[in-house]
T-cell receptor
Framework: DAKTTQPNSMESNEEEPVHLPCNHS???????IHWYRQLPSQGPEYVIH???SNVNNRMASLAIAEDRKSSTLILHRATLRDAAVYYC??????????????FGTGTSLTVIP | DSGVTQTPKHLITATGQRVTLRCSPR?????VYWYQQSLDQGLQFLIQ???????AKGNILERFSAQQFPDLHSELNLSSLELGDSALYFC????????????FGPGTRLLVL
């Protein structure tokens, strides 16, 4: 699976938007971009995923660059509950070897009240 | 609550011992994944089962084994335990093996003394 690069940590003020970047310059045409987050002392939880077009759901938005070499997870209004480690993961739909995820180091988001 | 259950929540044992971790997937999910999260290695994929059969293997040691039973629950067996096996062990489930969302359980925290 192609590699992703994320900043180690970011800070945001509560109730402000947060843009979490992810670089994936070696992404292939069949790689989906997945975002998961892990709150303290919990298992990872799904946030959003996409292939080429921008995606929105109740938790967040995913903006994918036109060349797909980078993406940005957008939390529209950060709350204290959004403090977590955010993982950007690529998964090749054509790999045919299962759906396991390879987690990198992620971005630790701190939300300041 | 993801719908995935893991038991026990905590486990303390001694080096050289053997333990079994149990995972019950969400209702209807056929795939079960096991991950190990340690402080120095981050989240590492161990192994995946789909409908009772092994589907993919990651960084799983030979001392570790897993199986998925006809009722789809899964067990991860860790033997000849070493201090370095102390970690959080997560189970995740998904409906199939492609791009479906993985739902993670709360984890089992293993401490080897």
């Amino acid at each position: 699976d192609a590699k992703t690069t994320q900043p180690n940590s970011m800070e945001s003020n509560e109730e402000e938007p947060v843009h979490l970047p992810c670089n994936h310059s070696t992404i292939s045409g069949t790689d989906y971009i997945h975002w998961y987050r892990q709150l303290p002392s919990q298992g990872p939880e799904y946030v959003i995923h996409g292939l080429t077009s921008n995606v929105n759901n109740r938790m967040a938005s995913l903006a994918i660059a036109e060349d797909r070499k980078s993406s940005t997870l957008i939390l529209h209004r950060a709350t204290l509950r959004d403090a977590a480690v955010y993982y950007c993961i690529l998964r090749d739909v054509g790999a045919g070897t299962g759906n396991q995820f390879y987690f990198g180091t992620g971005t630790s988001l701190t939300v300041i009240p | 609550d993801s719908g995935v259950t893991q038991t026990p929540k905590h486990l303390i044992t001694a080096t050289g011992q053997r333990v079994t971790l149990r995972c019950s997937p969400r209702s209807g999910d056929l795939s079960v994944y096991w991950y190990q999260q340690s402080l120095d290695q981050g989240l590492q994929f161990l192994i995946q089962y789909y409908n009772g059969e092994e589907r993919a293997k990651g960084n799983i040691l030979e001392r570790f084994s897993a199986q998925q039973f006809p009722d789809l629950h899964s067990e991860l067996n860790l033997s000849s335990l070493e201090l370095g096996d102390s970690a959080l062990y997560f189970c995740a489930s998904a409906t199939g093996t492609l791009q479906e969302t993985q739902y993670f359980g709360p984890g089992t925290r293993l401490l080897v003394l």
